[in-house]
């Protein structure tokens, strides 16, 4: 099985920056994609911004030119930094990855999600 741990969320001021990160561990083979979502109050989760194994990235339109999501993948760590954070922001944030385990003498693929962070933004 692959776990995700997050970090980094928190409470700051509208205009202000937040920096998430997202470790896998595991019997890791490989990771293809990994991407942050989120969800406000009464609102589907949603994509935010996702970063496939090759670099290429993809960014909701309501982030884009604040947010910018990068990996390492000798850390299997996912980042995301928030800069200009507006109170819209405002959500729990959820990382998630694909990609192959193994298992005994298997590779097994898995789509596997953190337990989420929360982030306020204040105006």
């Known amino acids: 099985q692959v776990q995700l741990v997050e970090s980094g969320g928190g409470w700051v001021q509208a205009g202000g920056s937040l920096r998430l990160s997202c470790a896998a561990s595991?019997?890791?083979?490989?990771?293809?994609?990994m991407g942050w979502y989120r969800q406000a109050p009464g609102k589907q989760r949603e994509l935010v911004a996702g970063?496939?194994?090759?670099?290429?990235?993809n960014y909701s339109d309501s982030v884009k030119g604040r947010f910018t999501i990068s990996r390492d993948d000798a850390k299997k760590t996912v980042y995301l930094q928030m800069d200009s954070l507006k109170p819209e922001d405002t959500a729990v944030y959820y990382c998630?990855?694909?990609?192959?385990?193994?298992?005994?003498?298997?590779?097994?693929?898995?789509?596997?999600w953190g337990q989420g962070t929360q982030v306020t933004v204040s105006s």
């Open positions: 595991g019997r890791i083979f490989s990771i293809s994609t």
């Open positions: 970063v496939a194994s090759g670099g290429s990235t």
């Open positions: 998630n990855a694909e990609g192959y385990y193994s298992e005994y003498l298997s590779i097994i693929d898995f789509n596997s």
